[in-house]
């Protein structure tokens, strides 16, 4: 029922790492980004080289769990390099012996549930199946990296709103009996994309989503429940690929669309992952129990434990008083200042803007 959008099992991993490595795809993507002078003369030898090298690195892995601790021992090296300090809290706001469905605001393409994983695996807490959208799967052996470390697919490419609805309700019943019956804990975004400028807010048709699984005669409260979501807020000190989040929403403010190069969401992830980000907070939040009306209400929760718990930094505050013509931090709005020295004035303006609603979301909770 679920085989094409499902994560691979332990007893899939050595064939799925045997196809990979002789993916031509993804040994031109290392060896341009590992050894670009030589691919770039040379593309065949580099190739193999890469080839090579993995074969010889992926001897040990037989099972998910030994992918997942390399990828946590490289997670540890990328956060000591990349950021000023990554920290976490909230544990003791759920239970954490429940599986649950973390829903967190959307900021990197790869890094947010990456994060969400590192701070639960040094919790002891089971890391989670993480939702990744189609639409970044350009390439069979992307989808094959992704599923081969816990991550399933949502499809948002199907061809009518006939197939699209099938999609939704299968992606609906797998994420409620992941969570309910396979006591496996789940991540997905609380919006398709990611907020490029700065306002977190969970799209309720996700919400409806979740729904569709459920039994009209079941109450709202009791399914919530079954899925136990809990909201994730996360928060950089300073976003890696800012420059082109502006780039991208100043152009879209002047002509109303945004052309993508190729390649741009390989960029994205790669400038996310080992670009600086200052200092990366996680904050798991309470719970969403209880009765509500409909997806809004529910999505209006999530927002609220989201916003609420969103951890501002100087970079947030400066901005949101720079736009606003009061007094700031001069520390601060020089490295503001040096991040936006390329931009023109329209892009410096949604940079500014990026990270400055954050704050602006906060005092809308107060009013």
């Known amino acids: 029922m679920f ?49 090579w090298s993995l074969k010889f690195r992926a001897q040990k892995f037989h099972n998910i769990k030994q992918i997942q601790i390399e990828v946590a021992k490289y997670l540890h090296h990328l956060i000591k390099k990349s950021t000023d300090g990554f920290s976490y809290s909230g544990m003791d706001n759920f239970d954490n012996t429940k599986p649950a469905l973390f829903i967190s605001n959307h900021r990197d393409i790869v890094l947010d ?87 977190d807010k969970t799209n309720s048709a996700l919400v409806s989503m979740l729904l569709l699984n459920k039994d009209k005669q079941i109450p709202i409260a009791d399914y919530l429940a079954e899925i136990n979501i809990v909201p994730v807020s996360i928060s950089y000190e300073f976003d890696p690929c800012d420059n082109d989040k502006a780039i ?47 997806s809004k209400a529910i999505a209006a929760a999530i927002d609220k434990e989201i916003i609420s718990n969103y951890k501002l930094y100087d970079s947030n505050l400066v901005a949101h008083a720079k736009l606003n013509q009061q007094q700031t931090d001069d520390t601060v709005l020089e490295q503001l200042n040096k991040r936006m020295e ?3 004035l329209a892009q410096q303006h949604w940079l500014l803007t990026m990270y400055a609603n954050p704050v602006a979301a906060k005092q809308q909770l107060k009013l």
């Open 3 to 51: 085989d094409d959008i499902r994560p691979y099992r332990d007893d899939e991993v050595v064939a799925v790492i045997e196809k990979l490595i002789n993916e031509k795809g993804l040994q031109a993507s290392i060896a341009s980004l590992k050894m670009p002078r030589l691919y770039q003369a040379l593309p065949q030898l580099a190739c193999t080289i890469v080839k």
């Open 113 to 199: 549930v990456a994060l969400v994983n590192l701070a639960l695996y040094k919790s002891g807490i089971n890391t989670v199946e993480a939702a990744v959208g189609d639409n970044l799967l350009h390439q069979p052996w992307v989808a094959d990296l992704m599923r081969i470390n816990k991550s399933f697919i949502v499809k948002r490419n199907e061809e009518n709103k006939r197939a699209m609805l099938k999609a939704s309700k299968q992606l609906s019943a797998y994420i409620h009996d992941t969570v309910a019956n396979r006591n496996q804990n789940i991540w997905i975004a609380q919006r398709e994309g990611r907020a490029k400028d700065g306002i």
């Open 248 to 294: 991208e929403l100043a152009e879209k403010e002047a002509t109303g669309s945004y052309q993508k190069q190729e390649g741009e969401d390989l960029k994205s992830i790669t400038q996310g992952l080992i670009g600086q980000k200052g200092r990366v907070h996680i904050e798991f939040c309470q719970p969403i129990q209880g009765d509500y009306a409909d």
């Open 342 to 344: 390329n931009l023109t």
